[in-house]
């Protein structure tokens, strides 16, 4: 069982910076693939990135490829988004995510949710 509690969200500029914080709770952290979902109003929810139980191998969506930066520390059980070159299109509410397999950019196929942190990015 895991839980997990976002937090970093508000309001940036475009073209700033935030950076979004997971932590989780439960056995195990390290076992897990870790990564953001975002939804906006009307929208579906929408894959951002996914790292590997190891760190390596980050995987981005198009939409945020060379400005969002996925990392974790499993000493601390925290997952970070770290998003620069802001844009107002990147204004949603972030999810995080653990799952113990890989589910792609699908977000049916991850296990665990966080309640999510609001991005407001004004132009």
């Known amino acids: 069982q895991v839980q997990l509690v976002e937090s970093g969200g508000g309001l940036g500029q475009a073209g700033g910076s935030l950076r979004l914080s997971c932590a989780a709770s439960g056995r195990s952290f390290n076992a897990y693939v870790m990564g953001w979902f975002r939804q906006a109003p009307g929208k579906e929810r929408e894959f951002v990135s996914v790292?590997?139980?190891?760190?390596?191998?980050?995987y981005y969506a198009d939409s945020v490829k060379g400005r969002f930066t996925i990392s974790r520390d499993n000493v601390k059980n925290t997952v970070y988004l770290q998003m620069n070159s802001l844009k107002p299109e990147d204004t949603a509410v972030y999810f995080c995510?653990?799952?113990?397999?890989?589910?792609?950019?699908?977000?049916?196929?991850?296990?665990?949710w966080g309640q999510g942190t609001q991005v407001t990015v004004s132009s």
């Open positions: 995510t653990a799952s113990s397999y890989y589910g792609g950019s699908d977000y049916r196929r991850y296990e665990y």
């Open positions: 790292i590997s139980w190891t760190g390596s191998s980050p």
